[in-house]
């Protein structure tokens, strides 16, 4: 590639012995010398080749801090060589790659990365245009069981477990961080199971917000849930003024009014109610102020 230098700091220590770690710009450059066609190398791609590639990235998309910071987050714990490529044209500009590249430097850790090097800067056009695996995507692939429920759980067992009681942040877990809070909780399967068959007998509360409630209560009383979300589901039992038949009333009521009450809602209704039973109140109406923060489950 002809490209002019600058000067350049050289990039830090040499991170594994087993693949190239370019120090500069024009070493990187070295390893596509007399390539005539695109080509891809496995590098090390430290913190400091990652800054000097980003001068050269002069016409992309405009950056998404969130996605550079979930990027981060993973590469602080693990990042693998999954076959992801920063793409480099002939002139030497960066193609495809910078969020990596951000975050990289972000994360202030080396990496294992393709390079691909040497493409028609035109082949940009079509770069990024398939459909970005999701997480219920990836549980699919692993055999998991209703992962698009589980995939939402798991969201939202992050953030409760992040401390946002709201759940007005935009904050999400990458799908490492939700793997690894799987392996960490997989009791995570069962509430998403509990919370499939629910709603299929009780339609008026989503299975994300079934599911943590029953992950968070399970915690607690085991048995007590179990009788909790039978009840949720088929309403037997129930005399006026149980906690459950009261929670029953005011989703049902509240959705065929407004056609959509916000998921935080729905949240502090299953705690409230559940606090309720617990403590022996008799609720003949539930009433929850707008915006009031799920409690801690009792």
Known sequence: MSVAYAAEAPVAETRSAEFPEPRTLKDLDALFEGAVHPSAIPIVLTPGLAKLLLRRNKKNRNIRPATVT??????????????????????????????????????????????????????????????????????????????????????????????DRKFTGRNSPTKTEAQALLGEAPEVRRSAEIAVRVRSAFPHIPQSALGTAHYLFNSIDPDATAWFFQRLADGAELQVGHPILALRTRVTSERAKEGRIPWGRHLTYLVVTWNAMREGRTVSRLVVQSGTPAPEPK
Request: hydrophobic share 40%; charged share 25%; glycine share 8%.
């Open 70 to 163: 979930d990027y981060a987050r993973d590469m602080a714990v693990f990042w693998p060589l999954n076959g992801e490529a920063i793409k480099i044209a002939r002139n030497g500009d960066v193609l495809d790659g910078q969020h990596r590249l951000h975050a990289c430097e972000k994360a202030d850790t080396s990496i294992l990365t393709f390079i691909v090097g040497n493409l028609p800067p035109e082949t940009q056009d079509t770069m990024d245009s398939g459909m970005r695996r999701t997480t219920a995507d990836v549980l699919t692939l692993r055999d998991e069981d209703h992962s698009t429920a589980l995939a939402a759980i798991l969201r939202r067992v992050w953030g409760w477990n992040q401390g």
